[in-house]
């Protein structure tokens, strides 16, 4: 689609896979990074625009039409939001009943939270790859910007910024409920005193540490990887549209199936993902293993 | 692909939207829920609770219809007694009423037989007089005979 012959297949991708970079350049200044390059220069107090537009942009619409049918809610017959939204409700719930055993009001509206969210951000990846980035890149060439070099990714799961953000917090979490329900000399002892004893302190505290670190660690990653190769996948399918009617073709079937089989990959992330903060911050409620 | 501020930036977003939701969104779908679910159950129980007053009127009902049918049989009976009594009542009275009649209209016939008699004695004793008036007219005094005739005219 956009692939025009200047660009390389290579140019293609890296193009795709760079945000919308907001921050001070070592030598330019404050604005938007032109290259990929210079986006890594930015260093650390940078912005990604897209990927905070995006998820701000979804998670608003999930609490808009969440909070417009908490509003209207009754107890009579339901209409058709409601009705919908009372099942994605009972769907949490019901994994927040199965999997955690402590009392603590916060976990269902994190499970809630965690599990509509991540949806509708990996839906984005359902947009063709093309679409919105290359009106954008038009839009903002009205303003005099190289289109080739405004880069956008609109599938914000696909930063790990985005991913390693939730994933933190849940951590956070983790912790500060591990402290609270064990106090700290019982949580200390959770990682230090098992599973060899006393006489195992260290292997203990190098056990049970990576025990605790991989937790964030494989809740951002496994849905970053998942959602990165997905949409990988279709920005590859998107450079066979340059291949000729026939390599068009079939990059449109493949496309159709990837998608439709992508549905139940984002949807089996978002569950994945609250189901383990539920599993997590229920560990992190008992005293006892 | 890099780390940067954004990470930052996602937490606070991230807590923001978990707090709003825990707030605002899911305390009142949660309670209209549970709200249902009370509202159900008591649907139900009342259905069950209809079903059964439903089956204690039925037999109620069948328990006030006896009640009746036997009433209702009492009533019947009394009323029959009733009207044999009435009607044997009735004959009785009938009977007295047509005994007395009998007698006034035998009372009657008396008096007027007496009164026929009376007015025949006196006829009689009249043409006996004017009878013996003429026989005797001429040898008798009317004034001075008149006792010896009334006299007679007494014993019819």
């Known amino acids: ?289 | 692909m890099n780390i940067n501020l954004t990470l930052f930036a996602q937490m606070i977003a991230f807590a923001v939207f978990v707090g709003f939701c825990m707030k605002y969104v899911w305390p009142p779908i949660v309670s209209a829920l549970a709200d249902r679910k009370a509202k159900i159950a008591e649907g139900l129980a009342a259905a069950e609770r209809g079903h059964q007053e439903k089956a204690l009127g039925e037999q109620r009902a069948l328990a006030v219809i006896k009640e009746a049918k036997t009433a209702a049989a009492d009533i019947v009976s009394q009323a029959q007694k009733r009207a044999t009594e009435i009607i044997e009542e009735a004959k009785t009275d009938a009977r007295g009423e047509g005994g007395r009649i009998v007698a006034a209209a035998q009372a009657e016939i008396e008096r007027e037989t007496n009164r026929a008699r009376e007015v025949l004695r006196e006829r009689v004793a009249t043409l006996a007089v004017a009878a013996a008036e003429k026989i005797l007219q001429k040898e008798i005094d009317i004034a001075a005979h008149k006792g010896i005739v009334d006299s007679f005219a007494k014993q019819l």
């Not at chain 1, 942009?57 to 509003?71: N, T």
């Not at chain 1, 000729?244 to 073709?249: K, S």
């Open chain 1, 1 to 289: 689609m956009a692939s025009s012959d200047t660009v390389t297949a290579q140019e293609y991708i890296q193009h795709h896979l760079t945000n919308l970079t907001l921050g001070v350049h070592p030598e330019k200044g404050l604005g938007f990074a032109h290259t990929t390059a210079e986006a890594a220069e930015m260093g650390f107090w940078a912005i990604h625009v897209d990927t905070l537009f995006f998820s701000l942009l979804l998670g608003g619409l999930f609490i808009w039409l969440f909070k417009r049918v908490a509003d209207r809610a009754t107890a009579g017959v339901p209409g058709g939001a409601q009705n919908f939204v009372e099942w994605v409700i009972d769907f949490v719930e019901d994994n927040v009943r199965g999997s955690f055993s402590g009392k603590n009001p916060m976990v269902a509206p994190l499970a809630l939270t965690i599990f509509v969210w991540i949806f509708l951000m990996n839906l984005m990846d359902l947009v063709p790859v093309d679409l919105i980035p290359h009106l954008f890149g038009q839009f903002m060439g009205l303003f005099g910007a190289d289109p080739h070099h405004v880069y956008l990714k609109i599938v914000p799961t696909t930063d790990p910024n985005a991913t390693f953000g939730m994933a933190l917090t849940v951590f956070i979490l983790i912790l500060y409920y591990s402290v609270k329900m064990k106090g700290a000399a019982g949580f200390a002892g959770e990682l230090t005193l098992q599973p060899f004893g006393k006489w195992g302190i260290p292997a203990n505290l190098l056990l049970e540490g990576i025990n605790l670190f991989s937790k964030p660690v494989s809740l951002a990653l496994r849905l970053f990887g998942n959602l990165y190769a997905g949409e990988m996948i279709f920005i590859l399918i998107a450079i066979m549209y340059s291949g000729g009617i026939i390599m068009a073709a079939a990059g449109g079937l493949l496309q159709i199936a990837w998608a439709i089989f992508h549905i139940l990959i984002i949807t089996l992330q978002a569950f994945i993902f609250m189901v383990l903060t539920i599993v997590y911050l229920d560990m992190a409620h008992h005293t006892h293993h």
